[in-house]
């Protein structure tokens, strides 16, 4: 028995690998990697989780998010600590699908520390008894887990969330051992100056920010436009309702 090969039938399929494979290659390098680029390391950088709201109200739920962003936006103030952002964060739990999770695991930390390019991950509870709500807050290194400081804020009412979320802040500059001179020299608006004095403002503004973050302007406007009619003050908001940017 005669067995012929064909030199064409056995080339086709090698072809048809190899080309493959460069495509692979091409579109590989054409497309933009993410990269994780980290904060410069003469300063501590932090991630601020979304909180757990241990109240038993599911109206506070909304705190769960508006406390990691005013905690951002009062720490990124400062010249000696550096922030995630709001929007980087949401975009790391996207990718994770973790914008609904309600707690977070060392495992899970630790990635979005590395995604973040942090060395430092703040998670904390809401708790409440009768009018009294409490901020119980764990600052931690992101890669070993270690506990660097625990700090616990109290307060009466949902209007003193702000307050509590200025005393939250200045005991967590005092964990990273800034001297009494760098804190006070360090600039430290109080949040409700740089954002509102109205909790049914930021709450209204939340909720439009759930709506802005998925593009879906037609919802999240109107609701910018409420939070700006409990505080005509309320630049963030203002800003949203009247460019949708």
Request: aromatic share 8%; proline share 3%.
């Amino acid at each position: 028995i005669t067995v012929q090969f064909s030199l064409k039938k056995l080339l086709i399929p090698a072809l048809v690998v190899i080309t493959v494979a460069i495509i692979a290659v091409i579109i590989w390098r054409l497309v933009p990697q993410e990269r994780v680029i980290p904060f410069p390391q003469d300063k501590p950088s932090l991630a601020v989780m979304y909180f757990e709201n241990n109240t038993g109200d599911e109206s506070l739920d909304h705190w769960r998010k508006a406390l990691s962003d005013l905690l951002i936006a009062d720490l990124s103030q400062s010249k000696y600590i550096m922030v995630l952002s709001g929007e980087k964060l949401y975009n790391i739990l996207e990718e994770l699908n973790l914008l609904e999770a309600k707690s977070y695991s060392s495992k899970v930390i630790k990635k979005i520390s590395t995604r973040g390019g942090v060395q430092y991950v703040l998670v904390g509870k809401l708790a409440m008894a009768g009018e009294t709500l409490r901020i119980n807050a764990l600052l931690q290194e992101a890669a070993t887990g270690d506990l660097l400081s625990s700090e616990m804020v109290e307060g009466r009412g949902e209007g003193s969330l702000f307050s509590m979320v200025d005393d939250l802040t200045r005991k967590i500059k005092a964990s990273f051992k800034l001297s009494e001179e760098e804190i006070a020299s360090d600039i430290d608006k109080e949040v409700e100056k740089i954002t509102t004095t109205s909790s049914e403002a930021y709450k209204y503004y939340r909720e439009g920010m759930e709506y802005f973050t998925k593009g879906d302007y037609l919802k999240s406007i109107p609701l910018m436009e409420i939070a700006v009619a409990f505080d005509p003050e309320f630049a963030m908001a203002y800003r949203r309702a009247n460019s949708g940017l």
